[in-house]
């Protein structure tokens, strides 16, 4: 009969064995990242890079050339803003037009705003007959072109007193932005459980405390990207201040930037101009960094509905 074998315990005063001698470390790649990987997306990387400097570089040419001495300007020497001062003195004066186009800016984005979140919220919500042939004809104003229907309008705001007047154009210029933001505003609401107004209201919470407490923090993507893009219409728009707008007291600042280009005997003050092309992207520029994070969600919104 075999004895079970025993494992002696190395004694107290004797010193560990070494550890296994671990070869030369090999340098760990990333996961996810492969060599096909990264082969297959150069492509998109170069796509995407060539069509960003191609959107960037006249803008970047725009903005070198207003500081760059040129000829014919009040920069002629050495680099520096003269070309903004002459800016600054045209006609009523720099300030006079962006105060301008932020009063139409602002007044299109309120109203543009107040308006599609309340038919939004009732085209998502409610049902009520001819629900879906009124959105349809909300819509159908996409399809009109833009510059036909301004006569008639400009006749339409003579009659109500309103012709030649700043709150005039934000009034155009936001029932242009409304069939859009209307449509963005009705995603936007489909894509919240309804859940979320039954609970508010079994909580005690009317129709309207749920659409300001509940509702209105879920869109809050879709109202940012609905604001923003109204901003960015009425900024630069110029065609409905050129059509709607006679005193030059009340033009815009694209509409006062076109004017200065028009010069006495021909001559064009090139970088003035530039000037004012960069004023006028400058704000544009910003609140689009500023909100790009809302503005993607906001469109994703309907996508990801369910």
Not at 183 to 192: D, G, K, N, Q, Y
């Amino acid at each position: 009969m075999v004895a079970p074998s025993r494992t002696t315990a190395p004694a107290a005063d004797e010193p560990p064995p070494p550890p296994p001698a671990a070869g030369p470390a090999r340098p760990r790649r990333p996961a996810g990242v492969t060599i096909a990987g990264i082969a297959l997306r150069t492509p998109y990387w170069v796509f995407t890079g060539a069509m960003g400097l191609i959107f960037l570089a006249p803008l970047l040419w725009t903005a070198v050339a207003s500081v760059s001495p040129q000829p014919g300007t009040n920069q002629v020497n050495g680099w520096g803003f003269g070309n903004y001062v002459t800016l600054s003195h045209y006609q009523a004066g720099i300030w006079r037009y962006l105060a301008n186009s932020a009063f139409v800016s602002l007044l299109t984005v309120a109203l543009t705003l107040g308006i599609s979140f309340l038919g939004g919220y009732a085209f998502a919500r409610f049902r009520f007959p001819g629900r879906n042939v009124l959105f349809l004809v909300t819509l159908a104003i996409l399809m009109v072109p833009y510059a036909t229907l301004l006569i008639p309008l400009y006749v339409l705001l003579n009659q109500v007193g309103l012709q030649n007047s700043l709150v005039g154009v934000a009034l155009v210029l936001a029932m242009f932005q409304l069939p859009f933001a209307t449509f963005l505003m009705r995603i936007s609401f489909e894509a919240v459980p309804r859940e979320l107004d039954e609970a508010a209201m079994v909580d005690g919470c009317s129709s309207f405390s749920a659409l300001w407490r509940v509702l209105l923090p879920a869109v809050k993507p879709g109202l940012i990207t609905v604001g923003l893009f109204a901003f960015l219409a009425a900024w630069n728009d110029f065609m409905a201040p050129l059509i709607l707008i006679n005193d030059t007291e009340r033009m815009t600042l694209p509409l006062a930037v076109s004017n200065l280009r028009g010069q006495v005997q021909g001559v064009v003050d090139y970088g003035a101009t530039e000037a004012g092309v960069v004023v006028l992207a400058l704000p544009c520029i910003v609140l689009f960094l500023l909100l790009q994070r809302h503005y993607v969600r906001g469109f994703m919104s309907g996508a990801m509905k369910g």
